[in-house]
C-alpha cells in the first residue's frame, strides 16, 4: 500500500494496524514503574476505534484519531491509550513511542459533548474521571521507561496541553497553538498541568496562560520553553520520526534512568537527588550499553547499543 501523507507530513496508510487487544494485557500493574497504576485493558477482542497504532523498527507511533472532535478524548479513547501505552512499554522491540494527532487538531482534551448536564440531574463527578483516566494517562506517560515523543500536529486545547507537556519531547507544527481552555469552563488545569506548566514557563507565564486561556502560538511555545522545538507544518512528520528513530537506537535503560532522574528532581532536595543520581549512575555503569559507549569512543566507531539494562 502507498503511504500518503497528510498537511503535517504524516504517514496514513503505513502499515496501520487496527490493534486487537488479545496479547494478554490483564489489567496489571506494569511493570515499568513505581508511579505507574494498573492499566485499563480494553475487553478481550474489542479493537481501537479511536486509537491508531503503527510498529516501526524499534518505535511504535500511536495517533489519536477522532479528528471530527479535533481528538478529544471519551472514555473508549481512553482505554485504548492506556492500552496502547502498556504494550508499547511491555514490547522489548519497542525503545521510543510517537504519540500525535489526526487531522487538524493535537487534542481538544475532554468530549464537552459528554459532559452537558441532563436537565435537574446531579453534577458529573470530574473527580471521579481525573482520577480514572487522566491521572493514570499521565503517570503511565511519565513512568514509561522509554523517551516519549509528542508531536503536536495541531491545537492542544485542556488536557491536550497537559497529556503533550507529560511527554518526554514535544515538537510542535508551527501552525500550532496551545490553549489552557479550562478557565472558560471553570475549570483548573488538570492532568499535571499546574505541576508542568510553572516548572516550564515560570509562575508568571504558568497564571497568565491558565487564567486568561488564550492561545499560545508555537512559536512562542518554543521561546517560553514549554516544548523543545517548533518546525514548518509539512516537516512535522519527518523531523519527529527521525527524531523517534534516533531515539531507538540510543541505549533505552539508561534514558529510562535520566527520565527517573528527571521525574524525581521537582520534589527532592539536593541531597536526595544527588544519593538518586548516585544510585542510578552505578546501576547505569553496569549496563553493556555503557561499556559499549565507552569502547565506541576510543575505537572512534559508532556504538551499537542493544538497550538493554
Ligand atoms: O470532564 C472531565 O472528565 C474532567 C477533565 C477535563 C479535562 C479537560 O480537558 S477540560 C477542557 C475541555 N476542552 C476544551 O475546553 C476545549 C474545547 N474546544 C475549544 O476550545 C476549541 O474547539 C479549540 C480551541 C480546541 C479549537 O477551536 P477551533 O475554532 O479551531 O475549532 P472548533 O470549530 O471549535 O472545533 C472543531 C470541532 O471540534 C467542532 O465540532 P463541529 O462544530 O465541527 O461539529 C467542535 O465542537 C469540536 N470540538 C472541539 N473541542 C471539543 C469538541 N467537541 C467535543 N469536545 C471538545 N473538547
Redesign the pocket.
Known amino acids: 500500500m502507498v503511504p500518503t501523507v497528510d498537511r503535517t507530513g504524516f504517514f496514513r496508510e503505513l502499515s496501520i494496524e487496527r490493534t486487537v487487544n488479545s496479547s494478554g494485557i490483564d489489567g496489571r500493574a506494569p511493570v515499568h514503574g513505581k508511579e505507574a497504576e494498573p492499566a485499563l485493558a480494553l475487553p478481550e477482542g474489542e479493537s481501537m476505534d479511536f486509537i491508531e497504532v503503527s510498529r516501526h523498527p524499534g518505535w511504535h507511533a500511536i495517533v489519536l484519531n477522532r479528528p471530527?472532535?479535533?481528538n478529544?478524548?471519551n472514555d473508549a479513547m481512553h482505554r485504548e491509550l492506556r492500552t496502547s501505552l502498556e504494550q508499547a512499554a511491555e514490547d522489548a522491540q519497542c525503545r521510543a513511542v510517537l504519540l500525535t494527532g489526526r487531522g487538524?487538531?493535537f487534542c481538544?482534551?475532554?468530549?464537552?459533548?459528554?459532559?452537558v448536564p441532563a436537565p435537574g440531574g446531579p453534577p458529573?463527578d470530574?473527580g471521579a474521571?481525573?482520577e480514572e483516566?487522566?491521572n493514570p494517562l499521565i503517570r503511565q506517560l511519565r513512568a514509561m521507561r522509554k523517551p516519549v515523543v509528542c508531536a503536536v500536529n495541531g491545537?492542544a486545547?485542556?488536557?491536550?496541553v497537559?497529556i503533550a507537556l507529560a511527554c518526554d519531547i514535544v515538537v510542535a507544527a508551527r501552525s500550532a497553538?496551545f490553549?489552557l481552555?479550562?478557565a472558560?469552563?471553570g475549570?483548573i488545569p488538570?492532568?499535571g498541568g499546574t505541576f508542568h506548566l510553572p516548572r516550564l514557563v515560570g509562575d508568571a507565564r504558568a497564571r497568565g496562560l491558565a487564567l486568561l486561556g488564550e492561545?499560545l502560538p508555537a512559536e512562542r511555545a518554543e521561546a517560553w520553553g514549554l516544548i523543545w522545538k517548533t518546525v514548518d507544518d509539512e516537516r512535522l512528520g519527518q523531523e519527529t520520526e527521525a527524531l523517534v528513530t534516533h531515539l531507538a537506537a540510543q541505549p533505552t535503560f539508561g534514558l529510562g534512568q535520566i527520565k527517573r532522574a528527571l521525574n524525581a528532581s521537582g520534589d527532592n532536595t539536593l541531597d536526595a537527588q544527588l544519593d538518586l543520581e548516585r544510585d542510578l549512575m552505578r546501576r547505569a555503569g553496569q549496563t553493556a550499553d555503557y561499556a559499549e559507549g565507552v569502547a565506541a569512543f576510543v575505537e572512534k566507531r559508532a556504538p551499537r547499543f542493544d538497550g538493554r539494562g
Not at 481538544?108 to 459532559?115: E, P, Y
Not at 486545547?157 to 491536550?160: H, S
Open positions: 471530527e472532535r479535533l478529544a478524548f487538524r487538531g481538544a482534551g475532554q468530549d464537552l459533548t459528554s459532559r458529573p470530574l474521571t481525573v483516566f487522566y491545537v486545547a485542556g488536557a491536550g497537559s497553538t490553549v481552555s479550562f472558560r469552563l475549570l488538570d492532568s492561545p
